[in-house]
């Protein structure tokens, strides 16, 4: 048999000559250093995210962006959405007020020994609060009463003798009391109780005897109890409760008010038949300027009875006093209407305990601008109750009628 030729195994490579190598390699490097030729998306299909789902999944974020990476310069502010509905603050409703809480003044008496005897500064706080709360805006309490103070006074130590009336109290219970009550929005005016008049278990009784103070004879306007009156003619006297008043509201000047009551004047059935009218008048006229030179903010109110019985019965004239405010005492059923009518001209009416009956009418009547109780019995918080009772059935129930 002829002998066949064995045929090579491999590609050939080895047949290749090197000098063909070396120009499709060079020529390969040159078309790939070319930019446009580096692009190898024309040899892709047109819109590969169709057929390639991996493309629809989100773009993960950038961690660390290179410097060429353009960034918004004014991103917009992330907004959080909170999945708690935030609480609208509740709408506060003002109501208007109440025939009640028109009323200007809504005032109580307290006697001198009411609230001052021993009384701490905690327990006299919480006794402005307690009127507060039934419905009271002005504390009337005594200061003065049968002839002395119930604060330390030098007038009356250095023209009496004595520094104050015979009464155990805190030095500051008035500071404390004006204190409290201006900071519950009330006020508290001075009642210089028993004005101008005495009775024998006054600390000064003896003494105004011996100087001859006092006019003659025994005033008995009220059942049940002699008083003896001190004669403000008589210069001495004048000057003392001048001093006295000047004193005071220099004292205290946060005070709101000054009040006096029926007790200054003189009663026409006293021995003599004397008419002290125009000399009274003339006490007041000067003791009142005196008291706004001092203190032109505090005001001076009687609380007496219609200035026709005021005049001819007591020789009070006060109208011509200069006075700041005159509320009508009604105490006399008997003549409430007549003094209710002059009430409806002046700042108010002053009642007593006995007459809480005729609160709700008096509540009611816009034309009776202040309301001014006396706790007769003596039991004040008692009777503060009773008004705010009061209160409260006048508001449920209101009277058909005014008065």
């Known amino acids: 048999m002829p002998k066949q030729n064995k045929q090579p195994s491999g590609c050939g490579c080895s047949n290749i000559p090197i000098s063909l ?93 009411q609230i001052t005897n021993n009384a701490d500064e905690q327990t006299i706080r919480q006794r402005v609060r307690y009127y507060k709360s039934q419905g009271i805006n002005t504390i009337i309490h005594g200061v003065w ?63 105004a005897v011996s100087r001859n103070w006092l006019v003659p004879g025994v005033d008995k306007t009220y059942a049940g109890i002699d008083h003896y009156v001190l004669d403000v003619q008589i210069p001495e006297v004048a000057n003392l409760f001048t001093n006295i008043s000047v004193e005071f509201v220099k004292r205290y000047p946060q005070i709101d008010a000054v009040q006096w009551d029926d007790y200054l004047g003189y009663h026409a059935e006293l021995p003599g038949k004397i008419d002290r009218t125009a000399n009274l008048t003339k006490f007041l006229q000067q003791m009142i300027t005196a008291i706004k030179q001092a203190n032109p903010k505090v005001k001076f109110d009687i609380c007496h009875h219609n200035p026709y019985w005021a005049k001819r019965y007591f020789a009070a004239d006060w109208q011509n006093w200069n006075v700041d405010r005159v509320f009508i005492q009604a105490y006399n059923e008997d003549n409430f209407a007549e003094e209710l009518n002059y009430a409806k001209k002046y700042a108010g009416i002053a009642i007593t305990d006995q007459q809480l009956s005729r609160l709700p009418e008096l509540i009611e009547n816009d034309k009776i601008n202040s309301i001014l109780v006396f706790p007769l019995a003596g039991k004040p918080e008692a009777t503060a109750a009773q008004i705010q009772t009061l209160i409260q059935k006048t508001l449920k129930n209101p009277p058909k009628t005014s008065i």
Request: charged share 15%; proline share 12%; glycine share 6%.
């Open 21 to 113: 190598i070396v120009l499709i390699l060079g020529g390969g490097y040159w078309w790939l250093s070319q930019k446009s030729n580096l692009d190898f998306s024309k040899f892709l299909p047109k819109n590969p995210q169709a057929n390639i789902p991996v493309l629809n999944s989100p773009t993960p974020a950038i961690a660390n962006p290179s410097p060429q990476t353009s960034l918004p310069t004014n991103p917009s502010p992330s907004v959080t959405v909170s999945s708690t509905p935030q609480k609208q603050p509740p709408i506060t409703k003002t109501l208007p007020p109440t025939p009640w809480e028109k009323k200007a003044i809504r005032g109580i008496y307290l006697s001198r020994y």
């Open 145 to 207: 009463g049968n002839g002395c103070t119930m604060y330390n006074s030098e007038v009356m130590q250095q023209t009496l003798g004595y520094k104050s009336c015979p009464n155990q109290f805190q030095e500051k219970w008035l500071d404390w009391l004006i204190d409290e009550a201006h900071k519950q929005g009330m006020q508290v005016h001075a009642y210089f109780e028993k004005g101008i008049k005495l009775d024998k278990n006054s600390p000064i009784y003896d003494l």
